[in-house]
């Protein structure tokens, strides 16, 4: 398997993975609210949902450590699968937040199967394929995929939601099933060693494998920062992303399901944008860290605009400039993570990253959700943009220690990029002093 193939096999599949999730994106809040739960309900549904994902990361990331990634994404199609007919049956039968809940928590575990073992899966092959570039140019590439089958699947959501809030979900189920078939026949585990575990034994191998990981993700600093930086955003991220359709659709004083199909569209437009830009921010900041302190930053102003605004047309842009810049993030921050984990317990750390932006999503949306219910949607989105600012912290002491990963190293950034060639502050330029390497636990 070449690395050309590796590098097709993931596009394919996160493709066809992002298509199905994203069809209930624009319309997965006002399929609930038409389903009789109140706007608290939807969002404590939603938390279930997140915080399912906190349950399971560490289980479902041991699952993809040793019987391998192939096994735990292939899980993670059958189980979404399953969760999705069981959220149809649901509305059909008039079921209230409970029931709601806990199949929210059973989307969570499906979830959890895929969030690290993909990534892994690619990290992994790449390296046994003798892939020359960067990591960087990989995940932009499938930012840039993920970003198109997000533009066609939340638009095609409206569409179909207009005709019926279920049609989406149904469209969903049929793309998941492809998605099960591709990675049935193309994804194999290249570049690691899968182990047998018993029934018997998982429980000790899990205990293991969960405690080396979480130890090397938190007793490592700069992996520690990078966690910290996860809670925080993704937490914020979480809830504006379900809370922003109710919202909209108040301003624009309409109750059309396309508009929020057509929003949401634009959302995923945004977020390719976002990593599209990635390549040409590398030109000029050789270091991941300038970009994110930016994208931070430019993030939380846009989402203070998008609450205090009571025009749907300074809404609207706010929060496409707002999820342009995680279209940014994503993918640089991703990459220094991965190039300061080891293969043997990458699967792990990364679930233990995405169980970070899970544990911040299930106090963002339990808790801001309370805020939209006491006073308003635009309340919430103004507190939790100034809490996102706090990621700045983390991410200025993480500058500070000067790691080798901190380097975008290839032919469009590297340690004489000049940040202040395009006006960006000249504070941000690359400082080209020795680095120390950071890999090893301190």
């Not at 193939?5 to 066809?16: F, M, P, Q, S």
């Not at 092959?125 to 066609?152: E, H, P």
Request: charged share 10%; aromatic share 8%; net charge neutral.
């Amino acid at each position: 398997m070449s690395s050309k193939r590796v590098t097709r096999t993931y596009l394919l599949i996160a493709g066809l993975y992002t298509l199905s999730a994203s069809l209930i994106w624009g319309v997965n809040t006002l399929f609930l609210l038409d389903a009789g739960l109140s706007i608290f309900e939807v969002f404590v549904a939603n938390a279930f949902f997140t915080a399912g994902m906190v349950v399971f990361e560490i289980p479902t990331g041991v699952v993809a450590d040793t019987a391998g990634r192939r096994v735990s994404f292939l899980l993670s199609l059958i189980v979404l699968i399953l969760g999705t007919i069981g959220y149809l049956l649901l509305a059909e039968a008039g079921a209230g937040v409970v029931a709601f809940s806990a199949v929210s928590v059973v989307l969570g575990l499906g979830f959890t199967f895929y969030s690290g073992a993909v990534e892994a899966w690619v990290v992994d092959a790449l390296n046994a394929t003798g892939y020359t570039g960067t990591l960087d140019q990989v995940f932009v590439r499938g930012g840039m995929v993920t970003g198109g089958a997000m533009l066609v699947g939340t638009l095609g959501g409206g569409v179909l939601g207009s005709v019926d809030l279920a049609i989406p979900f149904v469209a969903r189920v049929v793309f998941l099933a492809a998605a099960l078939g591709v990675a049935a026949f193309a994804m194999h585990d290249i570049g690691f060693e899968t182990r047998r575990v018993t029934a018997r034994e998982y429980p000790a191998e899990m205990r293991t494998t969960a405690r080396t990981g979480i130890r090397y993700g938190w007793t490592n600093r700069s992996i520690r920062l990078l966690l910290v930086v996860s809670l925080i955003q993704m937490g914020i991220f979480t809830w504006a992303f379900y809370a922003w359709p109710p919202l909209f659709l108040e301003l624009l004083g309409s109750d059309a399901v396309w508009v929020a199909g057509a929003v949401a569209s634009g959302i995923a437009l945004s977020m390719m944008i976002g990593n599209a830009l990635v390549g040409w921010l590398t030109k000029f900041c050789g270091r991941r860290t300038t970009i994110m302190l930016w994208a931070v930053g430019i993030s939380g102003a846009a989402a203070i605009v998008v609450g205090v605004a009571d025009s749907f047309w300074i809404a609207m842009p706010a929060l496409l400039i707002s999820t342009a810049t995680i279209g940014v993030m994503t993918p640089v921050k991703q990459s220094y993570l991965n190039q300061l984990i080891p293969s043997e317990v990458r699967a792990t750390v990364l679930s233990v990253d995405s169980m970070c932006g899970s544990v911040g999503g299930v106090v963002g949306q339990v808790g801001l959700g309370g805020v939209a219910g006491l006073a308003s949607i635009g309340v919430g989105y103004v507190i939790g943009a100034v809490v996102s600012l706090v990621a700045l912290l983390p991410l200025g002491t993480l500058r500070r220690r000067n790691d080798t990963a901190d380097l975008i190293v290839g032919t469009a950034g590297g340690p004489n990029a000049a940040c202040a060639a395009q006006g960006i502050p000249e504070i941000a330029a690359v400082d080209t002093t020795p680095r120390r390497e950071t890999a090893d636990v301190t």
